[in-house]
């Protein structure tokens, strides 16, 4: 069974630092590309980043831009987002996905809660 | 930046037909995929590659592409399938979702 479980997220101060996780299980993933989505509480779904299989390539958002990295490790089959400089409006669950080749995200791992507050 | 506009709410009765539709400058020259996502739950894929089912999804979740507009429509909608429903398409190395919108069954 294709699996991903996100862990990391907690309460934390504007200003600060949270390194998301995301273990992956059930598929080979290196061969495919990540993403980090974001639900800001009540709101829609917000893509933050993703990278190439073998990390060479990622994108962002705009908003997360110099402040957010993304990263993955095919030994460990693990994503990672390392988020510095935590504003109010970074809180969200964030959630992990699998890119197939599709142009879809599919699946989707249960989230985690990031928030912001001081 | 690109944008895709849903509309925020969509009311239907069970067993009739709820359209979703998704507009974006030129969205019929992408590939457009649809996710359900019920309260307090992940997201899942309904609807990729415009038209395209993944497995286990049911066949009155149907979608098509054209023009500016994407649809997502529901035939026979039951009880079940009362969520939000969000578009999503990969733009200048970006991915873009719309807005979300909520279906209610009533």
């Known amino acids: 069974e294709v699996q991903l479980v996100e862990s990391g997220g907690g309460l934390v101060q504007p200003g600060g630092s949270l390194r998301l996780s995301c273990a992956a299980s059930?598929?080979?993933?290196?061969?495919?590309?990540m993403s980090w989505v974001r639900q800001a509480p009540g709101k829609g779904l917000e893509w933050v980043a993703n990278?190439?299989?073998?990390?060479?390539?990622?994108y962002y958002v705009d908003s997360v831009k110099g402040r957010f990295t993304i990263s993955k490790d095919n030994t460990k089959n693990s994503l990672y987002l390392q988020m510095n400089s935590l504003r109010a409006e970074d809180t969200a669950v964030y959630y992990c996905?699998?890119?197939?080749?599709?142009?879809?995200?599919?699946?989707w791992g249960q989230g985690t809660l990031v928030t912001v507050s001081s | 930046s690109y944008d895709l506009t849903q509309p925020p709410s969509v009311s239907v009765s069970p067993g009739q037909t709820a359209s979703i539709t998704c507009s974006g400058d030129k969205l019929g020259d992408k590939y457009v995929c649809w996710y359900q996502q019920k309260s307090g739950q992940s997201p899942v894929l309904v609807i990729y590659q415009d038209n395209k089912r993944p497995s286990g999804i049911p066949e009155r979740f149907s979608g098509s592409n054209s023009g500016n507009t994407a649809t997502l429509t529901i035939s026979g909608t039951q009880a079940m399938d009362e969520a939000d429903y969000y578009c999503q398409a990969w733009d200048s190395s970006t991915w873009v979702f719309g807005g979300g919108t909520k279906v209610t069954v009533l």
């Open positions: 996905a699998r890119e197939v080749s599709e142009y879809a995200f599919d699946p």
């Open positions: 059930g598929f080979t993933f290196s061969a495919y590309w």
């Open positions: 990278i190439k299989q073998d990390g060479s390539d990622k």
